[in-house]
């Protein structure tokens, strides 16, 4: 059965998750960014939310994890807790 590994950074808008993602873009410290930045309680795991299946987290987060490449920062995407950057640390399909 397939599933991912996958941190992310919960902000209130738009804006501020870009801007995040150009700091990391930029050579910042994800979890870091998590710890200072993040709304979601997985920020004291800097970010960390596990691994889980497709169907648990919410559609938006869903489609996106489960489709992007592996390493790579996506986001801002958008669901009706904020907006997140989403990373996807491991995958098996």
Do not use: W
């Not at 870009?18 to 800097?46: M, V």
């Not at 919410?58 to 489709?67: A, C, G, K």
């Amino acid at each position: 059965m397939a599933h991912a590994s996958a941190r992310h950074i919960l902000v209130s808008t738009e804006a501020k998750a870009q801007e995040l993602k150009t700091a990391i873009e930029n050579g910042a410290d994800f979890a870091q960014l998590a710890k200072e930045n993040s709304s979601c309680p997985s920020s004291r795991q800097g970010g960390e939310l596990g691994t889980f299946g497709p169907g648990e987290m919410v559609r938006e987060f869903d489609e996106v994890v489960f489709s992007a490449p592996v390493n790579q920062v996506q986001g801002p995407v958008k669901t009706q807790f904020g907006y997140h950057l989403v990373e996807v640390t491991d995958r098996q399909d």
